[in-house]
């Protein structure tokens, strides 16, 4: 077994990590926040729209049983990727879709991977979804932790 680690951002991230608790070989999801310039933001302040931070989901995935192409299926398939800095009625750039990388494999990937979507044709706009190198991985509050699963929901999309 190859543990890794990915984290996505794209909107809300109970949402998110429910669509990739659901994933063979992902062994782990965290809701949290990245990409911004305030140490230890709480959701408070990331909802403020000025720390710069995106809601994400890290994961620790088995590198044996799903690939980082297989979690970019599920992520590109998770939201709409050619909204910039919303997702839906969520709006601020905490809610920005995002690939954040942790290695130059992953980067290369993330990259190859918008391209051919772009190039699909199967979104009518260009993908918004930035690559960003990982950095700080500030945990959420543990009441966001599987929140939709505390609630008995598999879902918060209408």
Not at 23 to 29: D, I, L, M, S, Y
Not at 91 to 97: D, E, F, K, L
Not at 98 to 127: L, N
């Amino acid at each position: 077994m190859t543990l890794k680690k990915a984290t996505f951002a794209a909107g809300c991230f109970w949402g998110v990590e429910a669509r990739f608790m659901k994933v063979k070989g992902v062994v782990q999801t965290e809701v949290g926040y990245m990409g911004g310039h305030t140490e230890s933001p709480t959701y408070r302040d990331v909802c403020t729209d000025r720390t710069g931070h995106a809601e994400v989901v890290q994961l620790t995935y088995d590198d044996s049983v799903i690939s980082f192409d297989g979690l970019l299926d599920v992520f590109w398939n998770s939201h709409d990727p050619t909204q910039r800095n919303r997702q839906g009625p969520d709006v601020g750039t905490q809610y920005r879709t995002a690939i954040f990388y942790h290695d130059e494999e992953q980067r290369s990937v993330a990259e190859r991977s918008i391209a051919t979507m772009d190039a699909s044709g199967r979104f009518k706009r260009p993908i918004a979804t930035l690559v960003e190198r990982s950095g700080p991985f500030w945990k959420a509050e543990e009441y966001h932790q599987k929140y939709l699963q505390k609630k008995g929901l598999d879902t918060c999309h209408i």
